[in-house]
């Protein structure tokens, strides 16, 4: 795969489903994949934050990684999250989805010890050493600790391999900064929900969303819109994004498999350090939904 991979639209940063025992659940992941295409997203993250990558042990990653390859078999583009907390392992990790024909990857920045700007740069530099796959940065501070500025990213841009970046830093001016900073060949991609219609009026390709599990039609719709010009309606979504959005933030990822479960697709089961909901958010979640989109007829 080349440099020049073409990353737009919506792409969905998939959940991974979980057995009530705590194992990956390869049926329940193949229902979300086939929901998701059926949805026609542009293109899946798996083991992001929200698909639990960095809780996960390698094995586990590697398998579900080759899950949702073989599953999607080539329709959509797939981008594995290779970022650990050891960087050794985000390097296998990228050769080992090179070797199940992923078509691309993305990596946090190294977290937890609070490295400097040049260690940033070079963790992405052995990751480039180490496979021939497109590279995305991963930018999302509030998890890391570490933020990748424009400064720092015009100097990783310079790194064979290295097209674009994952920003979920919630920083609209950052992500403007990046599109001024950064040459327009270097894909910016947007990784907040709350303003991916105004990312996309701004200048971004494609944007990475966790809601997007629960609502791909929903998230294609708008970027249709955007794409047709209908700017009416594209704000007119996302406000309903937005309050969605809103609506599925606690407790952290769970709400998102609920409201899969609600929609008849079966998205298994959340597990440690993540919950389950509560009844009582269990009936705010399917009420507030029901109140949002009618549409969907969903039932108690």
Do not use: W
């Not at 542009?42 to 698909?51: A, C, D, N, V």
């Amino acid at each position: 795969m080349d440099k020049e991979l073409g990353l737009n639209g919506i792409i969905t940063a998939l959940i991974t489903p979980f057995t009530d025992s705590g194992a990956v659940d390869d049926a329940a992941l193949g229902d979300v994949i086939e929901f998701q295409l059926k949805a026609r997203v542009h293109g899946l993250f798996p083991l992001g934050t929200t698909g639990l990558g960095p809780a996960m042990e390698r094995e586990e990653r590697e398998r579900v990684a080759e899950h949702v390859v073989k599953k999607v078999n080539g329709r959509i583009p797939v981008i594995v999250q290779v970022g650990a907390s050891d960087p050794l392992v985000s390097l296998d990790l990228a050769r080992h989805a090179e070797e199940i024909g992923a078509d691309a990857v993305a990596s946090l920045n190294p977290f937890y010890y609070h490295p400097t700007a040049d260690s940033v740069a070079d963790h992405y530099r052995r990751l480039s050493n180490a496979t021939k796959l497109p590279i995305l940065a991963y930018n999302i501070p509030s998890n890391t600790g570490n933020n990748i500025d424009a400064k720092l990213l015009l100097e990783i841009s310079k790194i064979p391999r290295v097209i674009g970046i994952k920003d979920s830093s919630r920083d609209f001016s950052q992500l403007l900064d990046y599109l001024t900073t950064l040459p327009e060949s270097f894909r910016v991609i947007n990784g907040a929900d709350a303003y991916l219609f105004s990312a996309f009026c701004a200048g971004v390709k494609a944007g990475v969303s966790a809601t997007a599990n629960a609502f791909p039609d929903l998230y294609v719709e708008m970027y249709e819109a955007y794409k047709a010009g209908d700017f009416v309606k594209g704000a007119r979504l996302q406000r309903k994004i937005f309050m969605l959005r809103k609506a599925t933030e606690t407790p952290s990822i769970a709400p998102l498999y609920e409201v899969l479960r609600m929609r008849g697709v079966n998205p298994g089961r959340v597990r440690p350090p993540l919950r389950e909901l509560t009844k009582t958010e269990l009936e705010n979640l399917r009420a507030t939904v029901n109140l949002l989109m009618p549409e969907l007829k969903i039932v108690a």
